[in-house]
C-alpha cells in the first residue's frame, strides 16, 4: 500500500444549512512537498507524527474538530490500525 490515495469516505458537514461535502482521503506515501505559505490572516501548522503517535492529540483532547475525528473514525471502520 504505497504511494496511493483511497478515498474513506464523504461526510455531509452540516446538512441542514449546507450543502457542501467533506471528502476524506488516506494518502499512503506522502512527504511534504514543501513549506506552506498562509494567507496573512491564516495560521497553518504541520504536525507529521508516525502512525504509533497519531492517537495521542486524539485521546489528550488536543484534536476538537469534528471533521478531523470523523475522519479518524473514517480510517478505523475502515480497518486500518494504529500501529
Keep these: ?6 478515498l474513506l469516505g464523504v461526510l455531509c458537514p452540516n446538512p441542514a444549512r449546507q450543502s457542501n461535502r467533506c471528502h476524506t482521503y488516506l494518502a499512503t506515501g506522502a ?5 506552506p505559505t498562509p494567507d496573512p ?3 497553518i501548522e ?3 507524527l508516525p502512525p504509533s503517535e497519531a492517537a495521542r ?5 488536543t484534536v476538537t474538530h469534528g ?3 470523523a475522519a ?3 480510517y ?3 480497518g486500518y490500525p494504529l500501529h
Excluded: H, I, K, S
Aim: include cysteine; charged fraction near 25%.
Design 41 to 43: 490572516c491564516e495560521r
Design 1 to 6: 500500500m504505497r504511494d496511493r490515495w483511497m
Design 72 to 74: 479518524f473514525g473514517l
Design 57 to 61: 492529540p486524539l485521546r489528550g483532547g
Design 46 to 48: 504541520v504536525l507529521l
Design 31 to 35: 512527504y511534504p512537498a514543501g513549506e
Design 67 to 69: 471533521l478531523v475525528l
Design 76 to 78: 478505523f471502520a475502515a
